[in-house]
């Protein structure tokens, strides 16, 4: 689980970094950044809770996996509502939410290069 914790933490360096650019822009355009940041960053928190409660019923696999299922769908459904939130507040930063979306999302990329330390 600590390759998951390091995820979050690049995704919100991330978001942060891409704000501060944003902000060149205008503060609309940072604060819609840090509402893409966001959208990427509490649905991975919400989906690495999930993973700590499943790994607790290894003696369980049809448990198991049914709790991988509610947090892949709970992901999923946090990432269009928030989408939808976030542009709903910001109809006319589309680029600055979608930038930051991806470049937060290219942190499982970076993750995934750390290599898997969980021992």
Partial sequence: MQIASRIIAVQCLIGLVFAGFWM??????????LGG??????????????????????EEPRALVGQVYRGQFGKFALTC????????RFPQEFLPVMSTFVA???AYIIGGLLGNNDT
């Fill in 81 to 88: 509502v928030l989408f939808a939130v976030t542009l709903a």
């Fill in 24 to 33: 060149v822009k205008s503060q609309t355009a940072a604060l819609a950044a």
């Fill in 104 to 106: 937060c999302l290219a």
């Fill in 37 to 58: 940041a966001g959208t990427a960053v509490i649905p991975a928190a919400y989906m690495r809770w999930r993973m700590s409660q499943a790994l607790r019923l290894t």
